[in-house]
């Protein structure tokens, strides 16, 4: 029997179609009897422009257990001979349809193949998965729900004329993100160092607490400044990322740095590392008439700053203070609660 090669279709192979390759591969290692019907998927961008994934990408999908998957993926740019390898080529909007017929060059065979992926989702009559590049961590899991509907009922319909059992999704369908659960962001001036890792020593701590989870999202961290100012993309310094792998199982290899947007202000609580942070936040709530978020300002010190020398004498301080900042969020947090 030959088995259903299929492939998934975004703009830039960042964010939605690496978050279906990765959810799609996951649900077959989940249900080994869909394996006699599908290939391992494979996914690709009408218009790459890097070869990373998305910090919120990574975020989300690492929430559901794609972690792996996502963290090993390198976008892909389609071509032409694409078409030949696959069997079902699922798009996620009308942009990635026109690409795809101009990649098809008018050959009809071709674009018979493509479909959008969210013609499979039994509760929408739209076509489009929604594209949350840029948006917060709230609109990410928006769209991984969509995309995992899409996906279940996609496969589904390829195996409607065959016995089996229910594809058990149970490791996949939590919401790893919700409205009722308090929201957290961290800023610094680069988002290399003191923000990153107060956010992944919060979200371990509230991944090994049932109480800690049941209360807060993961959380998230930017840098203090706009795109227009500031890059975006880069990774945690190597050396922070191998001492903290091997003194305190932290991983900081996903990281990538994000810049501050009008999302920050979506959040319950924000975290300020630093003056010019917390000047900001200060300047932002002076201004609104809206109470919109709790502002924590955190101080830099000696063993707590962005310009600290990253080496094995210096990170167990470094560790320690990031901690004790995260317990401070905590305690005021639970406080107010």
Not at 81 to 103: G, S
Not at 184 to 190: A, L, M, N, P, R
Not at 250 to 259: I, R, W
Request: proline share 2%; hydrophobic share 35%.
């Amino acid at each position: 029997m030959t088995k259903i090669r299929t492939l998934f279709v975004c703009r830039g192979n960042t964010c939605r179609s690496p978050l279906c390759e990765s959810l799609f591969n996951n649900i077959l290692d989940a249900n080994l009897f869909l394996k006699e019907t599908f290939e391992y998927a494979k996914s690709a961008g009408v218009q790459t422009y890097t070869h990373k994934v998305s910090n919120g990408a990574m975020k989300i999908g690492a929430v559901h257990g794609l972690a792996k998957r996502i963290k090993e993926h390198q976008c892909t740019q389609f071509q032409t001979d694409l078409f030949d390898e696959y069997d079902h080529i699922l798009c996620m909007d009308t942009m990635n349809r026109d690409h795809l017929a101009h990649f098809s060059k008018n050959v009809r065979s071709a674009m018979k193949k493509v479909e959008y992926l969210r013609s499979y989702d039994p509760n929408s009559d739209g076509v489009e998965i929604d594209d949350p590049i840029g948006a917060d961590l709230s609109t990410y899991e928006s769209t991984y729900q969509q995309c995992l509907s899409c996906i279940v009922e996609y496969m589904e319909s390829k195996t409607a004329h065959i016995k089996h059992a229910d594809i058990n999704i149970s490791k996949f369908s939590k919401n790893g993100f919700s409205s009722s659960k308090i929201s957290v962001i961290f800023i610094c001036d680069d988002n290399l160092t003191l923000s990153p890792l107060c956010e992944a020593i919060f979200n371990k701590r509230i991944s090994e607490d049932e109480y800690l989870s049941e209360k807060y999202n993961q959380s998230s961290s930017v840098r203090n400044f706009s795109r227009r100012n500031s890059g975006w993309g880069e990774s945690c310094p190597d050396k922070l990322i191998t001492l903290m792998e091997e003194t305190h199982h932290l991983d900081l290899s996903m990281h990538e740095t994000d810049c501050f947007s009008t999302d920050v202000y979506k959040n319950d609580v924000v975290v300020t590392i630093g003056d010019k942070a917390r000047d900001k936040m200060l300047m932002r709530k002076a201004m609104s008439n809206k109470n919109e978020f709790l502002l924590i300002p955190l101080k830099e010190s000696d063993h707590f700053n962005s310009k600290i020398k990253i080496e094995n004498k210096t990170v167990g301080f470094l560790y320690q203070k990031s901690l004790e900042a995260v317990n401070e969020v905590l305690d005021t947090v639970s406080k107010l609660s």
